[in-house]
């Protein structure tokens, strides 16, 4: 559903791609799939565009033992014209039992997007700030290249 100027965007669907390092056993991914998921978004024009996000999703990656719903939210704030910061958290309620990857602390994420040209966005992360996974002494790093367009 479109955003109007009262109500926000909303999404609903299936994501079943985890992310990062795959474990076996508990066959699952550092970060679960979303799985069935529902999503929303508002934007606002503040000082350039201000953008808030927040959802909740049922992951199907459950032979950890954790089966419980998780949720999630963001926000994105522009900063000149080709620049934006990026702050997420999710709650990882459903990575924090049995024999969950996670410590029950969520994992906050942060983002910087430059737009380096025509389509071309250059992305630099830092994910796990709270160092939720076991065996993380620092956040996760990554260095990402994005381009939107038609070939």
Same mark, same amino acid.
């Given at each position: 559903?479109?955003?109007?100027?009262?109500?926000?965007?909303?999404?609903?669907?299936?994501?079943?791609?985890?992310?990062?390092?795959?474990?076996?056993?508990?066959?699952?991914?550092?970060?679960?799939?979303?799985?069935?998921?529902?999503?929303?978004?508002?934007?606002?024009?503040?000082?350039?565009? +201000?953008?808030?996000?927040? $959802?909740?999703? !049922?992951? *199907?990656?459950? =032979?950890?033992? #954790?089966?419980?719903? @998780?949720?999630?939210?963001?926000?994105?704030?522009?900063?000149?014209?080709?620049?934006?910061?990026?702050?997420?958290?999710?709650?990882?309620?459903?990575?924090?039992?049995?024999?969950?990857?996670?410590?029950?602390?969520?994992?906050?994420?942060?983002? +910087?997007?430059?737009?380096? $040209?025509?389509? !071309?966005? *250059?992305?630099? =992360?830092?994910? #796990?700030?709270?160092? @939720?996974?076991?065996?993380?002494?620092?956040?996760?790093?990554?260095?990402?290249?994005?381009?939107?367009?038609?070939?």
């Amino acid at each position: 559903i479109d955003e109007s100027e009262a109500l926000p965007a909303i999404a609903i669907g299936f994501d079943s791609q985890g992310r990062d390092a795959y474990y076996d056993p508990p066959d699952r991914y550092s970060i679960k799939s979303p799985g069935l998921f529902a999503a929303a978004s508002k934007n606002y024009s503040f000082m350039g565009n +201000l953008s808030f996000h927040g $959802g909740v999703n !049922l992951s *199907l990656e459950r =032979n950890d033992g #954790d089966k419980d719903l @998780n949720l999630y939210a963001g926000l994105e704030k522009s900063a000149g014209r080709n620049t934006s910061l990026l702050l997420e958290y999710d709650f990882a309620a459903n990575d924090n039992h049995g024999q969950a990857i996670g410590r029950g602390r969520g994992y906050l994420n942060f983002g +910087l997007r430059i737009s380096i $040209g025509s389509g !071309l966005v *250059l992305g630099i =992360n830092l994910k #796990d700030l709270f160092q @939720n996974q076991r065996g993380v002494t620092f956040a996760n790093r990554t260095v990402q290249l994005d381009y939107t367009g038609v070939f």
